[in-house]
């Protein structure tokens, strides 16, 4: 639908530079789904992209366009303005059961794109640190970067999931320093918990798995003997949960960065020399800082302090120095939403090292607030102060979290409420969009056990022409708006217009079964109706497995 209604806008154009009398450049032509269906079945934006180039009103440069497009043809039914410039465009009957035909013969094929043409694109989420279990914000961080890779895979191009293991930082070690404090008490050795140490019941849960393993081995040696034992210990455990939950989730990564791996490969200290040496490093106060101000920062920023040690930043500015010289086209970073004072300087050490702005961004995640009832659910028993993510998968399984999880875009707050999720109707989105699926097999199920062919294979023209309902023209229309949902989707870096897009798919086709019968004693309509529904059905599966969700053939 796209590609057709562009090529004709495009030539149009061609046709109308002449008699502008300009040697324009052509603008990029935006062709978009109208929000209200009753004004067609996609628009473009053409004419008023046009209209500082021209100097004339968009609707006078929609009327001209409208003459040549009018002209050329094609396989529009209606095409005519709305608004101050918008070009609408009506498909033919004909032209739409052909592009059905085209779905069911050649399937989740004829929905791809290939806007990418193999960029490739570096996405960096979830990074929690190694000091404790994933929370539900972590979740929604997870289901995001991984929906986005699978986006913008399905839109042509190449993506690298990455996750960056912070195992080098002074949190590591306070959670070694918990650890061996519990430790000692279990053993009968009250020495002290550290002030500001992890108290959640998992650092109860690591000491006793290492007095399993080592005994009283360390019994009564101080931190300082003994430290790497459990600050080693203890964070591989925990980055072992993490991966399984993430995995239990069915969420995984092409890489795992460590951070520190990049102090073992000097590449800290080869970035900062890079840094000094374009002369965006200097010494004042003793400490060595970088001029992230001349990068729009609200000010510099140390990189080494008085003492010789690196700040926290420092790692930082060699990571994405490190995902620079990977060659990525493009870098985003999901991170929280507390994070969004250190956007300007990492997006400065990227400046600063040739990267031109546009090419990296950040998604910020906002809270997710877990509810019961519509009550905020108490502290994890694990823990201590968040929610785990284990416990939501556990409560509602990994499903129903991700989509959720997707149904608001991520700088916008989440209520989630765990009864909601769980309950087997309309105001489950995942329910919904999930039971569609389910209900088509059941019909095709029903289907076979009458003998009726399930429409597979040899569809013809023929079979589709005997859908006229309304109710059938609006689910093929919405069919054939999948591509350029996808597309804009990826494009805007919101997977969440998928979800939004399958639950109208979703409330379309309940509607249209609840109408209308599907298994009819009219044979042709019959077989038209099957066919209708393995389009949606092809449709549903491939966009849940965009956002990681499964298509189940019975609930």
């Given at each position: 639908?796209?590609?057709?209604?562009?090529?004709?806008?495009?030539?149009?154009?061609?046709?109308?530079?002449?008699?502008?009398?300009?040697?324009?450049?052509?603008?990029?032509?935006?062709?978009?789904?109208?929000?209200?269906?009753?004004?067609?079945?996609?628009?473009?934006?053409?004419?008023?992209?046009?209209?500082?180039?021209?100097?004339?009103?968009?609707?006078?440069?929609?009327?001209?366009?409208?003459?040549?497009?009018?002209?050329?043809?094609?396989?529009?039914?209606?095409?005519?303005?709305?608004?101050?410039?918008?070009?609408?465009?009506?498909?033919?009957?004909?032209?739409?059961?052909?592009?059905?035909?085209?779905?069911?013969?050649?399937?989740?094929?004829?929905?791809?794109?290939?806007?990418?043409?193999?960029?490739?694109?570096?996405?960096?989420?979830?990074?929690?640190?190694?000091?404790?279990?994933?929370?539900?914000?972590?979740?929604?961080?997870?289901?995001?970067?991984?929906?986005?890779?699978?986006?913008?895979?399905?839109?042509?191009?190449?993506?690298?999931?990455?996750?960056?293991?912070?195992?080098?930082?002074?949190?590591?070690?306070?959670?070694?320093?918990?650890?061996?404090?519990?430790?000692?008490?279990?053993?009968?050795?009250?020495?002290?918990?550290?002030?500001?140490?992890?108290?959640?019941?998992?650092?109860?849960s690591i000491s006793k798995e290492l007095i399993e393993k080592?005994?009283?081995?360390?019994?009564?040696?101080?931190?300082?003997?003994?430290?790497?034992?459990?600050?080693?210990?203890?964070?591989?455990?925990?980055?072992?949960?993490?991966?399984?939950?993430?995995?239990?989730?069915?969420?995984?990564?092409?890489?795992?960065?460590?951070?520190?791996?990049?102090?073992?490969?000097?590449?800290?200290?080869?970035?900062?020399?890079?840094?000094?040496?374009?002369?965006?490093?200097?010494?004042?106060?003793?400490?060595?800082?970088?001029?992230?101000?001349?990068?729009?920062?609200?000010?510099?920023?140390?990189?080494?302090?008085?003492?010789?040690?690196?700040?926290?930043?420092?790692?930082?500015?060699?990571?994405?120095?490190?995902?620079?010289?990977?060659?990525?086209?493009?870098?985003?970073?999901?991170?929280?939403?507390?994070?969004?004072?250190?956007?300007?300087?990492?997006?400065?050490?990227?400046?600063?090292?040739?990267?031109?702005?546009?090419?990296?961004?950040?998604?910020?995640?906002?809270?997710?607030?877990?509810?019961?009832?519509?009550?905020?659910?108490?502290?994890?028993?694990?823990?201590?102060?968040?929610?785990?993510?284990?416990?939501?998968?556990?409560?509602?399984?990994?499903?129903?979290?991700?989509?959720?999880?997707?149904?608001?875009?991520?700088?916008?707050?989440?209520?989630?409420?765990?009864?909601?999720?769980?309950?087997?109707?309309?105001?489950?989105?995942?329910?919904?969009?999930?039971?569609?699926?389910?209900?088509?097999?059941?019909?095709?199920?029903?289907?076979?056990?009458?003998?009726?062919?399930?429409?597979?294979?040899?569809?013809?023209?023929?079979?589709?022409?005997?859908?006229?309902?309304?109710?059938?023209?609006?689910?093929?229309?919405?069919?054939?708006?999948?591509?350029?949902?996808?597309?804009?989707?990826?494009?805007?870096?919101?997977?969440?217009?998928?979800?939004?897009?399958?639950q109208d798919l979703a409330k379309l086709f309940h509607s249209?079964?609840?109408?209308?019968?599907?298994?009819?004693?009219?044979?042709?309509?019959t077989r038209g109706r099957l066919c209708l529904c393995r389009?949606?059905?092809?449709?549903?599966?491939?966009?849940?497995?965009?956002?990681?969700?499964?298509?189940?053939?019975?609930?």
């Amino acid at each position: 639908m796209k590609q057709v209604t562009s090529e004709i806008v495009h030539k149009a154009l061609e046709k109308l530079k002449p008699v502008w009398g300009l040697d324009i450049i052509m603008p990029d032509i935006e062709i978009e789904i109208p929000r209200n269906e009753s004004l067609g079945d996609i628009t473009t934006t053409v004419a008023m992209s046009l209209t500082r180039t021209l100097k004339k009103p968009p609707g006078k440069i929609a009327e001209e366009l409208l003459q040549e497009i009018n002209q050329l043809g094609g396989p529009f039914e209606k095409v005519e303005i709305a608004g101050p410039g918008f070009i609408n465009f009506r498909f033919k009957k004909q032209y739409l059961y052909e592009r059905v035909k085209t779905l069911l013969t050649e399937g989740h094929s004829s929905l791809s794109s290939n806007p990418g043409q193999g960029r490739k694109i570096q996405i960096e989420f979830v990074s929690a640190n190694p000091t404790g279990p994933l929370h539900i914000g972590h979740g929604r961080g997870a289901a995001m970067g991984s929906a986005l890779s699978n986006l913008l895979r399905a839109a042509g191009f190449d993506v690298e999931r990455e996750y960056y293991i912070n195992d080098a930082g002074l949190q590591v070690k306070l959670l070694g320093q918990s650890v061996y404090a519990r430790y000692q008490q279990l053993l009968g050795n009250e020495v002290p918990f550290p002030e500001d140490g992890y108290k959640g019941a998992y650092i109860g849960s690591i000491s006793k798995e290492l007095i399993e393993k080592s005994g009283d081995k360390y019994l009564k040696l101080s931190f300082e003997e003994c430290g790497d034992f459990f600050t080693d210990n203890a964070y591989k455990m925990l980055l072992a949960d993490i991966s399984k939950d993430l995995k239990d989730f069915g969420v995984e990564f092409d890489r795992w960065q460590s951070e520190k791996a990049l102090y073992e490969k000097n590449r800290v200290e080869e970035s900062l020399n890079e840094l000094r040496e374009k002369g965006f490093i200097y010494e004042k106060d003793g400490a060595k800082w970088f001029r992230s101000s001349d990068f729009g920062d609200e000010k510099d920023r140390v990189v080494v302090k008085k003492d010789g040690e690196y700040t926290y930043f420092a790692p930082d500015i060699a990571y994405h120095k490190d995902k620079l010289d990977r060659g990525f086209d493009t870098i985003i970073d999901i991170w929280g939403a507390d994070h969004h004072g250190y956007v300007p300087r990492i997006r400065s050490v990227l400046e600063a090292f040739g990267l031109a702005k546009e090419k990296f961004r950040v998604m910020l995640i906002q809270m997710v607030s877990l509810l019961r009832h519509g009550e905020p659910v108490q502290m994890s028993k694990r823990a201590g102060k968040f929610i785990t993510l284990r416990e939501v998968i556990d409560e509602v399984g990994s499903d129903t979290a991700k989509f959720i999880f997707l149904t608001r875009k991520a700088d916008s707050h989440l209520d989630f409420d765990l009864e909601v999720a769980k309950e087997e109707s309309s105001e489950n989105p995942v329910f919904y969009v999930q039971y569609a699926f389910a209900r088509i097999s059941s019909i095709f199920r029903r289907a076979e056990e009458r003998g009726v062919r399930s429409p597979k294979t040899g569809v013809k023209i023929e079979d589709l022409t005997v859908l006229k309902e309304d109710e059938e023209m609006s689910l093929i229309k919405k069919l054939l708006q999948y591509p350029l949902v996808i597309e804009g989707a990826a494009h805007a870096f919101e997977p969440h217009r998928v979800t939004y897009y399958l639950q109208d798919l979703a409330k379309l086709f309940h509607s249209y079964y609840n109408k209308h019968r599907v298994l009819s004693d009219d044979n042709a309509l019959t077989r038209g109706r099957l066919c209708l529904c393995r389009a949606v059905q092809i449709v549903l599966k491939e966009g849940l497995k965009l956002l990681g969700v499964s298509a189940p053939k019975k609930m």
